[in-house]
T-cell receptor, first 109, second 115 residues
Protein backbone atom coordinates (compact mmCIF):
# COMPACT_ATOMS: atom_id res chain seq x y z
CA UNK A 1 0.00 0.00 0.00
CA UNK A 2 1.09 3.54 -0.71
CA UNK A 3 2.48 5.36 2.31
CA UNK A 4 1.44 8.82 1.17
CA UNK A 5 -1.72 10.92 1.05
CA UNK A 6 -2.32 13.47 -1.66
CA UNK A 7 -5.36 15.52 -2.69
CA UNK A 8 -6.99 13.91 -5.71
CA UNK A 9 -7.01 17.07 -7.80
CA UNK A 10 -5.88 20.68 -7.91
CA UNK A 11 -6.14 23.62 -10.28
CA UNK A 12 -3.49 26.23 -10.89
CA UNK A 13 -3.49 29.34 -13.05
CA UNK A 14 -0.91 29.42 -15.80
CA UNK A 15 2.17 31.38 -14.76
CA UNK A 16 1.48 31.00 -11.05
CA UNK A 17 3.26 28.69 -8.67
CA UNK A 18 1.72 25.26 -8.19
CA UNK A 19 2.11 23.90 -4.69
CA UNK A 20 1.33 20.21 -4.38
CA UNK A 21 1.12 18.83 -0.83
CA UNK A 22 1.86 15.32 0.34
CA UNK A 23 1.49 13.71 3.74
CA UNK A 24 3.78 10.86 4.72
CA UNK A 25 3.39 10.65 8.48
CA UNK A 26 4.81 7.11 8.75
CA UNK A 27 8.02 7.83 6.90
CA UNK A 28 11.06 6.18 8.43
CA UNK A 29 14.54 7.58 8.85
CA UNK A 30 16.09 5.99 5.77
CA UNK A 31 13.24 6.69 3.38
CA UNK A 32 13.36 9.35 0.71
CA UNK A 33 10.52 11.40 -0.72
CA UNK A 34 10.26 11.16 -4.50
CA UNK A 35 8.07 13.02 -6.92
CA UNK A 36 7.14 11.78 -10.37
CA UNK A 37 4.55 12.98 -12.82
CA UNK A 38 2.64 11.30 -15.60
CA UNK A 39 1.29 13.18 -18.55
CA UNK A 40 -1.66 11.45 -20.18
CA UNK A 41 -0.76 8.17 -21.90
CA UNK A 42 2.97 8.55 -21.28
CA UNK A 43 5.42 6.93 -18.91
CA UNK A 44 6.06 8.72 -15.60
CA UNK A 45 8.79 11.34 -15.45
CA UNK A 46 11.13 11.72 -12.49
CA UNK A 47 10.99 15.22 -11.01
CA UNK A 48 12.94 15.41 -7.78
CA UNK A 49 13.69 13.60 -4.55
CA UNK A 50 14.95 14.46 -1.08
CA UNK A 51 15.72 13.03 2.33
CA UNK A 52 15.36 15.89 4.79
CA UNK A 53 16.81 19.00 3.24
CA UNK A 54 14.93 21.12 0.76
CA UNK A 55 15.93 20.42 -2.82
CA UNK A 56 15.72 22.40 -6.03
CA UNK A 57 16.43 21.50 -9.63
CA UNK A 58 15.53 22.89 -13.03
CA UNK A 59 12.02 21.48 -12.83
CA UNK A 60 10.85 22.08 -9.29
CA UNK A 61 11.54 22.63 -5.62
CA UNK A 62 10.86 20.16 -2.85
CA UNK A 63 10.14 21.42 0.64
CA UNK A 64 10.22 18.81 3.41
CA UNK A 65 8.99 19.70 6.89
CA UNK A 66 11.40 19.39 9.76
CA UNK A 67 9.59 16.34 11.17
CA UNK A 68 9.55 14.87 7.63
CA UNK A 69 5.89 13.98 7.92
CA UNK A 70 4.87 16.08 4.96
CA UNK A 71 6.32 17.76 1.91
CA UNK A 72 5.37 20.16 -0.85
CA UNK A 73 6.37 20.09 -4.48
CA UNK A 74 6.56 23.55 -5.99
CA UNK A 75 6.42 24.25 -9.70
CA UNK A 76 7.43 27.93 -9.69
CA UNK A 77 5.73 29.04 -12.92
CA UNK A 78 3.19 26.49 -14.06
CA UNK A 79 2.56 26.10 -17.77
CA UNK A 80 -0.12 24.19 -19.62
CA UNK A 81 2.44 21.44 -20.25
CA UNK A 82 2.62 20.84 -16.51
CA UNK A 83 -0.91 19.44 -16.54
CA UNK A 84 -0.40 15.89 -15.32
CA UNK A 85 -0.90 13.46 -12.45
CA UNK A 86 1.75 14.06 -9.80
CA UNK A 87 2.81 11.19 -7.58
CA UNK A 88 4.48 11.59 -4.20
CA UNK A 89 6.29 8.41 -3.21
CA UNK A 90 8.20 7.34 -0.15
CA UNK A 91 10.87 4.75 -0.66
CA UNK A 92 14.04 3.66 1.05
CA UNK A 93 16.92 4.07 -1.37
CA UNK A 94 17.01 0.97 -3.52
CA UNK A 95 13.55 -0.20 -2.57
CA UNK A 96 10.89 -0.59 -5.21
CA UNK A 97 8.69 2.37 -6.03
CA UNK A 98 4.98 1.88 -5.37
CA UNK A 99 2.58 4.41 -6.83
CA UNK A 100 -0.48 5.76 -5.04
CA UNK A 101 -3.33 7.60 -6.72
CA UNK A 102 -1.54 10.95 -7.04
CA UNK A 103 -2.82 14.48 -7.57
CA UNK A 104 -4.27 15.45 -10.91
CA UNK A 105 -2.99 18.98 -11.55
CA UNK A 106 -4.89 21.03 -14.10
CA UNK A 107 -3.16 24.20 -15.24
CA UNK A 108 -5.72 26.69 -16.41
CA UNK A 109 -4.99 29.33 -19.07
CA UNK B 1 21.07 11.15 -20.15
CA UNK B 2 18.87 8.40 -18.63
CA UNK B 3 16.63 7.58 -21.57
CA UNK B 4 14.52 4.45 -21.57
CA UNK B 5 12.78 3.15 -24.66
CA UNK B 6 10.08 0.55 -25.17
CA UNK B 7 9.14 -1.39 -28.23
CA UNK B 8 6.55 -1.66 -29.57
CA UNK B 9 4.60 1.41 -28.49
CA UNK B 10 1.33 -0.25 -29.46
CA UNK B 11 0.47 -3.84 -30.19
CA UNK B 12 -2.74 -5.65 -31.01
CA UNK B 13 -2.78 -9.41 -30.73
CA UNK B 14 -5.34 -12.17 -30.82
CA UNK B 15 -6.45 -14.03 -27.75
CA UNK B 16 -4.25 -17.03 -27.04
CA UNK B 17 -1.12 -15.67 -28.67
CA UNK B 18 2.00 -14.36 -26.95
CA UNK B 19 3.50 -10.92 -27.23
CA UNK B 20 6.94 -9.64 -26.26
CA UNK B 21 7.67 -6.11 -25.08
CA UNK B 22 11.22 -4.80 -24.98
CA UNK B 23 12.61 -2.24 -22.56
CA UNK B 24 16.00 -0.68 -23.24
CA UNK B 25 18.13 1.78 -21.35
CA UNK B 26 19.73 3.77 -24.16
CA UNK B 27 22.51 5.72 -22.49
CA UNK B 28 23.16 3.98 -19.21
CA UNK B 29 23.51 0.56 -17.71
CA UNK B 30 20.49 -0.49 -15.70
CA UNK B 31 21.22 -2.84 -12.86
CA UNK B 32 17.55 -3.02 -12.00
CA UNK B 33 14.48 -2.80 -14.17
CA UNK B 34 10.83 -2.72 -13.16
CA UNK B 35 7.64 -3.60 -14.99
CA UNK B 36 4.35 -1.89 -14.26
CA UNK B 37 0.83 -2.24 -15.59
CA UNK B 38 -1.72 0.54 -15.71
CA UNK B 39 -5.43 0.18 -16.42
CA UNK B 40 -7.47 3.18 -17.60
CA UNK B 41 -7.89 5.90 -14.97
CA UNK B 42 -5.90 3.89 -12.46
CA UNK B 43 -2.44 4.25 -11.00
CA UNK B 44 0.58 2.19 -11.97
CA UNK B 45 0.76 -1.26 -10.43
CA UNK B 46 4.17 -2.83 -9.97
CA UNK B 47 4.31 -6.28 -11.53
CA UNK B 48 7.90 -7.35 -11.03
CA UNK B 49 11.46 -6.29 -10.36
CA UNK B 50 14.34 -7.74 -12.31
CA UNK B 51 18.07 -7.56 -11.77
CA UNK B 52 20.48 -8.33 -14.59
CA UNK B 53 21.39 -11.96 -14.70
CA UNK B 54 18.97 -13.16 -12.06
CA UNK B 55 15.34 -14.21 -11.86
CA UNK B 56 12.68 -11.58 -11.57
CA UNK B 57 10.84 -10.98 -8.33
CA UNK B 58 7.11 -10.86 -8.90
CA UNK B 59 4.57 -8.95 -6.83
CA UNK B 60 1.85 -10.84 -5.08
CA UNK B 61 -0.94 -11.81 -7.45
CA UNK B 62 1.14 -11.57 -10.62
CA UNK B 63 1.44 -14.90 -12.42
CA UNK B 64 5.09 -15.54 -13.20
CA UNK B 65 4.25 -18.18 -15.80
CA UNK B 66 2.02 -15.79 -17.65
CA UNK B 67 4.26 -12.73 -17.52
CA UNK B 68 7.76 -13.91 -18.38
CA UNK B 69 10.51 -11.43 -17.64
CA UNK B 70 14.04 -11.71 -18.91
CA UNK B 71 16.82 -9.27 -18.00
CA UNK B 72 19.65 -10.71 -20.03
CA UNK B 73 21.86 -7.63 -20.22
CA UNK B 74 22.40 -4.34 -18.45
CA UNK B 75 20.49 -2.51 -21.16
CA UNK B 76 17.64 -4.84 -22.06
CA UNK B 77 14.70 -6.40 -20.28
CA UNK B 78 11.79 -8.12 -21.95
CA UNK B 79 8.27 -8.88 -20.80
CA UNK B 80 6.42 -11.64 -22.59
CA UNK B 81 2.69 -11.94 -22.07
CA UNK B 82 1.89 -15.56 -22.77
CA UNK B 83 -1.49 -16.86 -23.90
CA UNK B 84 -2.88 -13.36 -23.84
CA UNK B 85 -6.52 -12.75 -22.99
CA UNK B 86 -8.64 -9.60 -23.40
CA UNK B 87 -8.28 -8.85 -19.67
CA UNK B 88 -4.51 -8.51 -20.23
CA UNK B 89 -5.19 -5.44 -22.35
CA UNK B 90 -3.44 -2.63 -20.56
CA UNK B 91 -0.66 -0.04 -20.65
CA UNK B 92 2.65 -1.71 -19.75
CA UNK B 93 5.46 0.53 -18.55
CA UNK B 94 9.03 -0.34 -17.70
CA UNK B 95 11.52 1.63 -15.69
CA UNK B 96 15.24 1.34 -15.13
CA UNK B 97 17.59 2.35 -12.40
CA UNK B 98 21.29 3.03 -12.60
CA UNK B 99 23.68 1.48 -10.16
CA UNK B 100 23.95 3.50 -6.93
CA UNK B 101 21.27 5.91 -8.07
CA UNK B 102 17.89 5.85 -6.40
CA UNK B 103 15.60 7.44 -8.95
CA UNK B 104 13.96 5.43 -11.69
CA UNK B 105 13.64 6.42 -15.33
CA UNK B 106 10.55 5.30 -17.14
CA UNK B 107 9.90 4.19 -20.67
CA UNK B 108 7.08 5.67 -22.75
CA UNK B 109 4.87 2.62 -22.28
CA UNK B 110 3.38 -0.05 -24.50
CA UNK B 111 -0.35 -0.23 -25.08
CA UNK B 112 -1.43 -3.83 -25.47
CA UNK B 113 -4.84 -4.69 -26.89
CA UNK B 114 -5.91 -8.32 -26.96
CA UNK B 115 -8.85 -9.06 -29.25
Amino acid sequence: DAKTTQPPSMDCAEGRAANLPCNHSTISGNEYVYWYRQIHSQGPQYIIHGLKNNETNEMASLIITEDRKSSTLILPHATLRDTAVYYCIVSGGYQKVTFGTGTKLQVIP
Amino acid sequence: GAVVSQHPSRVICKSGTSVKIECRSLDFQATTMFWYRQFPKQSLMLMATSNEGSKATYEQGVEKDKFLINHASLTLSTLTVTSAHPEDSSFYICSARKDRIYEQYFGPGTRLTVT
